[in-house]
């Protein structure tokens, strides 16, 4: 199934548009965030304005759905700021690449092919969000990378229970790997990517790759992955009260994906406590500062080191989890995109 898809939104600027203000947050630092940037506070600011005074763990997941995500607080302040939303050179298509899974394919116009593949999966632990949510960080990525990204719908939790969501993106990730070549992409050349729970589903991706004997992909990119049930690490502690992930928040979607706590120990949901990590693909780690996972994120890099399997890690300190998707607002995402995109060229060349 091929629908023609048009989604239009932010793309990642780098430094300050004609015409554009200084970004200021309206008020004083955060109790759990005495050093966070000031665009970064500007956007967690705008998104409290959006949202309501009910924290997300105590609402529904059809509720959490329906409000306002990070990438409307960031569209927000663009406008609040007069930034502009930069052209994107991209046309994309939707198919449906296994059954009850859809990819969004976004191409560079123009393109002849064939060009590098980087199969996406996106945040919102396994619950919420969707690919409007991060079509920001898929087209600043797109755009850098000049790669084909097929953008994963896998089904969502309390529907459909772990490890559905995990399934789903191995066989995207089959689908890539088989019919790269339909949609101008190299079959030789095909990376994973993904944000939070997407980033837990990038990694598992390639251990289920290497047990299952499909080809391993050439780089796997992990932004601030869910990599640790246990919840007790030192991010954790220190950024329990952290927006707009806190640690209250981490355990309603452990809660709504999981099928019973044991499913917690799974190595698809706790990476670091996978048994055997070698022969996975190079990996590039992202962290934020201000945010419960970024501890597990840097153990999962770690871990991957330790295993003889190179690494990038880089962590960004006065910013919150989401803040990857932002670079038309926040310096540190265009950094982290810039960074991001710079090791899947060089992976996929």
């Not at 632990?125 to 990525?141: C, E, K, M, Q």
């Not at 993904?194 to 390639?206: D, I, K």
């Not at 452990?254 to 917690?264: I, N, V």
Request: glycine fraction near 8%; hydrophobic fraction near 40%; aromatic fraction near 8%.
């Amino acid at each position: 199934m091929t629908t023609s898809d048009t989604t239009t939104t932010m793309a990642g600027a780098d430094g300050m548009a004609a015409g554009a203000k200084p970004v200021k947050p309206a008020g004083p630092a955060p109790e759990w965030a005495p050093t966070i940037g000031p665009e970064m506070q500007t956007v967690i600011e705008k998104l409290a304005s959006l949202s309501g005074p009910t924290p997300p763990e105590k609402l529904t997941p059809a509720e959490v759905r329906k409000g306002p995500s990070a990438t409307d607080a960031t569209m927000a302040v663009m406008k609040d700021f007069s930034i502009p939303t930069p052209p994107s050179p991209l046309d994309t298509m939707t198919k449906e690449v296994a059954p009850g899974v859809r990819a969004r394919i976004y191409t560079p116009k123009g393109a002849t092919g064939p060009l590098p593949v980087v199969v996406y999966y996106h945040g919102g632990g396994w619950v919420i969000a969707n690919l409007d949510t991060y079509d920001p960080s898929v087209r600043a990525l797109a755009e850098k990378t000049n790669a084909i990204f097929v953008s994963v719908a896998y089904r969502q939790a309390p529907e459909n229970k772990f490890p559905t969501a995990h399934n789903d993106s191995f066989a995207a990730y089959q689908w890539v790997v088989k019919n790269a070549a339909s949609i101008k992409g190299d079959p030789t050349r095909i990376a994973v990517a993904g944000e939070s729970a997407g980033g837990n589903l990038a990694a598992a991706v390639c251990m289920m790759a290497r047990d299952k004997g499909v080809m391993q992909p050439k780089h796997q990119l992990l932004v601030y992955p869910i990599a640790d049930y246990s919840m007790n690490t030192p991010s954790y502690q220190k950024n329990a009260a952290a927006k707009p992930l806190s640690k209250p928040f981490m355990a309603w979607f452990f809660k709504h994906y999981l099928r019973t706590p044991a499913d917690g120990n799974s190595p698809m949901i706790s990476l670091v406590k996978a048994p055997n990590v070698k022969g996975l693909a190079p990996a590039t780690v992202i962290t934020a500062g201000i945010d419960p996972l970024m501890s597990e994120g840097k153990m999962y890099a770690d871990k991957l080191q330790a295993a003889g399997i190179a690494v990038k890690y880089q962590n960004y300190d006065n910013v919150t989890h989401e803040f990857f998707g932002m670079g038309g607002v926040v310096p540190q995402a265009a950094a982290a995109q810039d960074l991001a995109a710079g090791e899947l060229k060089n992976a996929l060349k």
